[in-house]
């Protein structure tokens, strides 16, 4: 039996008075925040391949990080809110809840921005992400702290019947086991071979991020060198000079690096032949097409937006570009949204608030992609408040807005006669000359 699982059989009968009362001290996960140098921050099934090792997770790829950062952009415009059900089946905003104080400053060092965008690199890259619940004396949720998800770990022991029983977290060359309640865990989708954690879809074209990186490392070594891959030196036909590796020396002294240009001048008759590209030649844009559209389309983010070369070529301007923005918005982030929103009610907002009525929703209202759509909606919502099809009061929450005392009424027109269904259909009155 590991040492792991003698500590969790230790521990497991004081978790609920352990975390209730004094919860997990802070200073026990330290070592293991972002800046630890333990352990890899990325994980392939190919991973001892040496070329997947010169990219590791590939986060510090351009095609990468630029998508990367146009899904923070896009995902922080909505802000997280605590919603409840109205009599009338609306939803509407709690305000001043403590789940949503405690999202817009998760610590004292982080601000709501920061939040979302750890979970949108960890979840990308790794395919998971883990915030500790920092609890207060009496057990109450006071902070949430991101840790790196390549040092955590669900875990269910053998003999266990849960499907998580608890996290291992491992810092440094310690196990720090934490209870499955002090931990929220934001997955992003299921991995096929481990259920208990998620999928991460940039671990799905590391060779396009490879590929990508070839390509760039290649094209700045020509750039650096004049273009010229190599040169052949020999002797002129009938003469000959004996020690070669001193004349490939003196090439490379002469025209490496910074000294490129200078002039050569040679002791011995010499036949210099130049192996070089035309700038036609040097076109990489095909090569490095490929990469651009698949990883772009493997973290959902239109290469347009990314300012990819692809997407740019490829569109035929602004109109389109609106278009992809707004297919962004509702393919990609209202789904994440929507994904984020439940697994925060069930793992975070319980912790707070058992009313089952309410949950956690992101607040769409304010993107501005969706704006045109709010436009559509305010049309249709006052077209049935005119025709006395909705109360004013329902029209003013399907838009956002807090009704009065005096808003629920039906707005209906004086010149219009109610007739009751079961009356009947009224017949006209026969013609006095039958």
Do not use: C
């Not at 994980?43 to 899904?71: C, E, F, Q």
């Amino acid at each position: 039996m590991s040492r792991a699982i003698e500590v969790w059989k230790d521990l497991r009968p004081h978790w609920s008075e352990a975390s209730r009362e004094r919860g997990l001290r802070l200073k026990e996960l330290e070592l293991g925040h972002p800046q630890s140098s333990a352990g890899l921050w990325w994980w392939s099934p190919a991973k001892d391949l040496a070329t997947l090792n010169t990219v590791r997770d590939g986060s510090g790829n351009s095609i990468v990080s630029t998508s990367l950062s146009v899904l923070v952009d896009g995902f922080t415009e909505a802000p997280p809110v605590v919603t409840q059900e109205t009599d009338e089946g609306q939803r509407e905003n709690i305000r001043g809840h403590p789940v949503t104080e405690l999202l817009e400053n998760p610590n004292p060092f982080m601000t709501a921005d920061l939040l979302w965008d750890y979970y949108i690199w960890s979840t990308r890259v790794d395919g998971n992400a883990y915030l500790f619940k920092q609890r207060s004396g009496g057990g109450r949720v006071i902070e949430l702290w991101p840790l790196r998800p390549d040092l955590v770990e669900p875990v269910t022991p053998t003999l266990g019947t849960s499907f998580i029983d608890f996290y291992r977290y491992r810092p440094d060359s310690r196990e720090v086991l934490i209870p499955r309640e002090d931990i929220v865990h934001l997955r992003l989708g299921t991995d096929p071979k481990n259920h208990r954690l998620g999928r991460a879809p940039l671990k799905a074209v590391l060779n396009e991020v490879v590929a990508d990186e070839a390509a760039a490392q290649f094209s700045t070594a020509l750039l650096t060198n004049m273009a010229i891959p190599g040169v052949i030196i020999g002797p002129k036909m009938g003469e000959q000079f004996d020690g070669h590796e001193g004349v490939e020396q003196l090439w490379k002294d002469k025209f490496g690096g910074g000294r490129r240009g200078e002039p050569l001048v040679m002791d011995v008759p010499t036949d210099i032949k130049v192996v070089s590209f035309s700038p036609e030649q040097m076109n990489f844009e095909v090569l490095r097409r490929v990469p651009e559209e698949r990883i772009t389309a493997a973290l959902r983010v239109p290469a347009i937006l990314a300012g990819m070369g692809a997407g740019i070529t490829s569109s035929s301007g602004k109109s389109e570009g609106v278009a992809l923005i707004e297919l962004f918005t509702e393919k990609t982030l209202i789904p994440d949204w929507q994904r984020v929103a439940a697994m925060l009610t069930n793992q975070l907002l319980r912790e707070f608030d058992e009313d089952p009525t309410h949950r956690v929703e992101f607040d769409i209202s304010e993107v501005r992609s969706l704006q045109e759509d709010q436009d559509k909606v305010w049309a249709r919502v006052d077209q049935a408040v005119r025709t006395g099809w909705l109360l004013v009061s329902e029209a003013k929450r399907m838009v956002g807005l807090e009704p009065n005392a005096n808003d629920a009424v039906y707005l209906r027109s004086v010149a219009v006669e109610e007739v009751p269904a079961e009356a009947g259909i009224r017949q006209i009155p026969a013609s006095v000359d039958a």
